[in-house]
């Protein structure tokens, strides 16, 4: 069965500095690795994707993610934040014929 | 133009109530689905349909009951409702089913049942 973890439940960074958002996971095959923010009574949003290559991938807004193979993990990072990114982010792994398995969500706050 | 939209946005009623929340996509893509968000965010999936036929239906009750007249909607019908389906409903849509491509919600329907 796959799943997601995001060990944060909360990141609090301040504005400008560096953040990561961690997201492991466990399937069996190969993985397609999402990210999706959502902010406040809002439907979820397309960040960026890893499929296959490039183990680093870029998305919308200024962020990446790193995917890593042995550690199984693919965390979520930006190199400034910005206080407007303070919002929900899940990560979210689908192998071929199944389903979107989502993580619990972590939530980014960043002050001012 | 929105690409994927749910009416009602708020939908408020009491138990044993039937209800329905409509959901239409006008990006071209062939499957949509629906997905619960319960009051700890936590997301799951309800149902998927591929070209309008149902492909994966998670383990919810059978009062819940999506329906597809064509590509571009997905509805969903709840009868008897129940104070746990309170929540929030969100419709989403992918190009088709492989695992690669990415998929689009819409901003929501919450439900309240009293």
Known sequence: ?112 | DTAVSQTPKYLVTQMGNDKSIKCEQNLGHDTMYWYKQDSKKFLKIMFSYNNKELIINETVPNRFSPKSPDKAHLNLHINSLELGDSAVYFCASSQDLLAAYEQYFGPGTRLTVT
């Open chain 1, 1 to 112: 069965a796959q799943s997601v973890a995001q060990p944060e439940d909360q990141v609090n960074v301040a504005e400008g500095n560096p953040l990561t958002v961690k997201c492991t996971y466990s399937v069996s095959g190969n993985p397609y690795l999402f990210w999706y923010v959502q902010y406040p009574n809002r439907g979820l949003q397309f960040l960026l994707k890893y499929i296959t290559g490039d183990n680093l991938v870029k998305g919308s807004y200024g962020f990446e993610a790193e995917f890593n193979k042995s550690q199984t993990s693919f965390h979520l990072k930006k190199p400034s934040a910005l206080v407007s990114d303070s919002a929900l982010y899940f990560c979210a792994v689908r192998v071929r014929g199944q389903n979107f398995v989502f993580g619990p969500g972590t939530r980014l706050s960043v002050l001012p």
